[in-house]
């Protein structure tokens, strides 16, 4: 009960930069109980393209206000939110926000973005999520592009006192989840959760390193990578939508962690991935600490922006 009234707070204060710009002047609309007209449909119109909702999302939430506005269902202005949070409820319930996981232990989760999004904050994130779960958590160094992520990766296990398997820096990222696999099966791990180099590649370079990642984790672990979670930057808007869709051309993704919800005003972002892509978002980050991390839930995502 106080981890999720914790996770609600959180999300509440990750919001606070989209809740100014998306519910701010709604809530100028909202404040004098009278009849709604066209111009109050244009102020949150406007309201949902500033948060970053898209313009083909907003649009079509505009459309169905219009709708209900004719036909009478929003008629006075204490009718807007509620009509608003139900759509974007509605919007955001997907199948499977729930993480993947093996039937039988070690889940594999495979972690791709590119540089800078925040995949190695979000798997010490992630690593603590379960660590406070009481499960065991092995972290694999397999972006060994750069010496500073072995570096990186090596401080937040220390931290959080989890297990981490790397090898130098240039090493093969396949050889080092070869041993990381090999180490979750012989501790018996419940989670092996494995970073990746991130520079942009063309789509046939990284599809090479994904599958040649991907191969070995599924020779060593049936089902394997249960999970493949890619991390987008929410400060960069419509931008991680392209990136998505760059990473689903060239690999299955599973998953979204939507990084650094909480240093934009662009959460709207959240509505514009549902409507573009198919790949549903399981967590959120929230803020650089390892505690900074949510899973994502669209009921309690719309309540917050609307709070
Ligand atoms: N405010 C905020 N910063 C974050 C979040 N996640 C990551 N960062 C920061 O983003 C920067 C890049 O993160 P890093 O994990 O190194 O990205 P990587 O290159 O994809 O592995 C770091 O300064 C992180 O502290 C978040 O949820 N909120
Ligand atoms: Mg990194």
Request: proline share 4%; hydrophobic share 45%.
């Amino acid at each position: 009960m106080g981890f999720f009234r914790n996770i609600a707070e959180k999300i509440k204060r990750g919001l606070r930069k989209t809740k100014d710009v998306l519910f701010a002047p709604i809530r100028k609309l909202v404040e004098v109980f009278r009849n709604v007209n066209d111009e109050d449909i244009d102020v949150i119109e406007e309201a949902l393209i500033g948060a970053d909702v898209g313009v083909e999302a907003t649009r079509k939430i505009i459309e169905r206000l219009r709708v209900a506005y004719k036909k009478g269902e929003v008629r006075t202005t204490d009718q807007l939110i509620p009509f608003l949070k139900a759509d974007l409820k509605q919007r955001l319930v997907e199948r499977g926000n729930d993480l993947r996981v093996a039937p039988a232990p070690p889940t594999v989760i495979l972690v791709c973005g590119v540089n800078g999004t925040g995949k190695t904050t979000s798997i010490a994130k992630l690593a603590k999520h379960f660590a406070d779960d009481g499960k065991k958590v092995i972290l694999a160094a397999s972006d060994t592009f750069r010496a500073a992520a072995v570096e990186q990766l090596t401080i937040w296990a220390q931290r959080l006192k989890v297990d981490l398997v790397k090898h130098q820096m240039g090493a093969d990222p396949a050889a080092v989840v070869f041993d990381a696999a090999d180490a979750a099966v012989a501790r018996k791990a419940d989670f092996l959760v494995i970073d990746t180099a991130g520079r942009l590649q063309t789509k046939e370079n990284l599809m090479k390193e994904l599958t040649k990642i991907r191969n070995v984790a599924a020779k060593k672990i049936p089902g394997a990578p249960h999970e493949v979670l890619l991390v987008l930057d929410a400060t960069t808007g419509q931008n991680a939508i392209s990136q998505a869709q760059h990473f689903q051309a060239a690999t299955n993704v599973t998953g979204l962690f939507l990084a650094k919800l909480d240093g934009t005003a662009k959460g709207g972002i959240v509505v514009a991935i549902k409507d573009k892509l198919d790949i549903p978002v399981k967590f959120v980050g929230i803020g650089e600490t390892p505690e900074d991390i949510a899973p994502f839930d669209a009921d309690e995502f719309v309540e917050a922006l609307f709070e």
